[in-house]
């Protein structure tokens, strides 16, 4: 596979010439299962990640993903697959729990929830079979991620793997160490439950007090995409690298994540309750 040339081909690939729906509710979530179909989520992931041969996750492991217990779960537009999410089955500590290696929608599809809706449909799948962990790892510096997987559905964070995959050939890492930090989502947790809205208005009361924060200021996109510029991101990949192992190692979590209106993000830390 030649991904250089599947991305300047995207545009005569069926899967890129679909309109989005105006409703989302249109979009239909459903196992992925057939080859045609994990043909279609290599395509997305070389269309939203841009990665080169040696970063591309091939269709086998989607199909094994599938076969062993894991998860590969599509949005689609028709017969179009225009988002995927697919996970495989870990175990740690003598329990077992999902680890969700990957999630994408194409460009046209975002803004719509659809992201948020193939996460939900993975804890549904998740808790339909036993499962009560779900873990996955993000970019800190990622604001839509991290707003999605703290405030949006509960999620907390307590773990940073520094350069976790080593160096990615994706422009959207911007030739920066791939740090992450590792995600909790605890499926049937009294936290869970309140972001979600099941739990009563009177346990949604009773939230965790947040004692520290850390900015991530939505103007690192354009440091991460300026070569001139990207010292700037570097040095606040650092920063914040720092300041969250500090405080990981003092007990505290990531229990939650605003959004300003000028687009910068701020982590929110305290002591974890209610998993």
Excluded at 111 to 126: F, I
Excluded at 127 to 156: C, S, V, Y
Aim: net charge positive; with cysteine; aromatic share 8%.
């Amino acid at each position: 596979m030649n991904p250089s040339k599947q991305r300047s081909d995207a545009s005569e690939d069926p899967i890129h010439q679909t309109q989005p729906a105006s409703d989302s509710k249109q979009f239909r979530i459903a196992s992925v299962k057939t080859l045609a179909d994990f043909e279609q989520a290599v395509e997305v992931q070389l269309a939203v990640w841009g990665y080169s041969d040696s970063d591309v996750v091939p269709k086998r492991v989607f199909l094994v993903a599938q076969r062993i217990g894991g998860q590969v779960l599509g949005a689609f537009d028709g017969k179009a697959l225009v988002g995927f999410a697919m996970a495989l089955p870990g175990y740690r500590d003598g329990k077992p729990y999902l680890h969700s290696h990957m999630l994408a929608v194409l460009a046209p599809y975002r803004n719509l929830g659809l992201g948020r809706r193939l996460k939900l449909a993975q804890r549904d799948d998740a808790l339909a079979r036993g499962f009560e962990l779900m873990e996955w790892t993000f970019d800190p510096l990622e604001i839509k991620n991290a707003h999605l997987n703290i405030a949006r559905l509960g999620a907390i964070a307590r773990r940073y793997q520094r350069n976790i995959y080593g160096p990615s050939t994706s422009p959207l890492q911007g030739g920066l160490p791939t740090d992450r930090l590792i995600v909790e989502w605890w499926l049937r947790s009294e936290r869970v439950r309140r972001v979600l809205g099941e739990e009563t208005a009177e346990k949604a009361a009773a939230g965790d007090e947040a004692v520290e924060r850390i900015d991530v200021p939505c103007i690192i996109h354009d440091w991460k995409r300026d070569p001139e510029r990207r010292s700037l991101a570097e040095s606040l990949q650092t920063r914040n690298r720092l300041v969250l192992e500090s405080a990981f190692a003092r007990g505290l979590a990531i229990i939650g994540y605003e959004r300003c209106a000028n687009g910068d993000g701020f982590f929110l830390l305290g002591r974890v309750s209610g998993l």
